[in-house]
């Protein structure tokens, strides 16, 4: 298993501490959102000159944006390029998001992905697209275009198997054309900790802080039982995300222990790779207690919950949260 960062800074390139994170903890990618970059450029002074400057310049609010970080990104796409590189593109990815404002309009996000796609122009950089109705069209576009591509917002079942058919289909759609297929990289983001916080007030005790962890292990399981791609194209990963835990009461570092397979991605906060360094236990925990996950779902089946259902839920609010994020984010750059 690979671990990402989840976070990243102009500091965190500066100060080398990404530098030594990587020598040092095996961290082997970084993801960014809006909410990170909102706080980055709100606390990070390595920003503030910078963001001064811009503000003199005659260009909108988002090329701003982009114009203060997008040099970053660039900076880490370099700092991984070796071990992407090592890694035969398997690893060593950065990730940069579209505007959470075009999470329903597949054209406008196709295009702003191949944008950031050429301005970045890194091997090894991966565009975040949200796993909406209108992402799933630009999914399969972009895939089909040669991007990487890191899908968002995952939090139930059905929107994993609509990513990785959208994926599936991109990739198909090259293949037919005759393109290469074999250094594209794409990760399917599961969202983790947030629906335990929305579901186990709804639960008796004994089967609260256990459904993230189930519908992650019945992902892994139909994951690895999935049917070739054509040519030497390579299966979409799983990327569990929101592993920091929300609850006082569980383990701080139960949702990086309980996920790790071969094959997956965890990307976590700062916070948390620094309790899992510290006190953490690693051993492959994702194909483990089959009969314990498959009686967590019956057992939300029997109580009439649909994950489906919950996981549209919780995409409104995350799209919700990223787009007031990045308001908020571009509010600082005016």
């Not at 597949?106 to 890194?122: K, M, N, P, Q, V």
């Amino acid at each position: 298993q690979q671990i990402w960062l989840d976070n990243l800074s102009r500091q965190l390139l500066e100060s080398g501490e990404l530098a030594c994170w990587i020598a040092d903890d095996a961290i082997a990618g970084v993801t960014s959102n809006p909410a990170i970059f909102y706080n980055a450029i709100r606390t990070d002074a390595a920003y503030q000159a910078a963001t001064a400057a811009l503000k003199n310049t005659a260009v909108d609010a988002e090329k701003r944006f982009e114009t203060l970080v997008l040099p970053d990104v660039r900076k880490a796409c370099d700092l991984f390029l070796e071990h992407y590189e090592q890694n035969a593109g398997a690893a060593g990815l950065v990730s940069f998001e579209v505007s959470p404002t075009l999470a329903d309009d597949a054209a406008g996000t196709l295009t702003a992905a191949r944008r950031l796609w050429a301005e970045i122009d890194r091997p090894n950089a991966m565009i975040k697209i949200p796993a909406t109705q209108a992402g799933l069209t630009a999914i399969a576009d972009a895939i089909a275009d040669g991007i990487n591509v890191n899908v968002t917002l995952i939090f139930s079942p059905g929107q994993l198997a609509d990513v990785q058919a959208a994926y599936r289909t991109g990739i198909e759609r090259r293949f037919a054309a005759g393109l290469p297929v074999d250094r594209i990289i794409s990760v399917a983001s599961v969202f983790i900790s947030r629906l335990d916080s929305l579901l186990d007030p709804k639960l008796p005790a004994e089967l609260q802080g256990k459904t993230a962890i189930a519908m992650a292990r019945q992902a892994y399981t139909d994951w690895q039982l999935a049917p070739a791609l054509p040519g030497n194209a390579r299966q979409q990963m799983l990327l569990w995300a929101s592993t920091s835990s929300k609850n006082a009461n569980y383990r701080d570092v139960i949702y990086v222990e309980q996920l790790i397979g071969a094959g997956t991605v965890n990307t976590v906060p700062d916070a948390t790779l620094a309790a899992f360094r510290d006190h953490g236990e690693a051993a492959a925990t994702l194909g483990s207690d089959a009969a314990g996950t498959a009686h967590q779902l019956a057992a939300l089946t029997a109580l009439g919950i649909d994950l489906d259902a919950v996981g549209a839920e919780l995409q409104a609010a995350g799209l919700k949260q990223f787009d007031e994020a990045f308001t908020k984010l571009l509010d600082l750059v005016r």
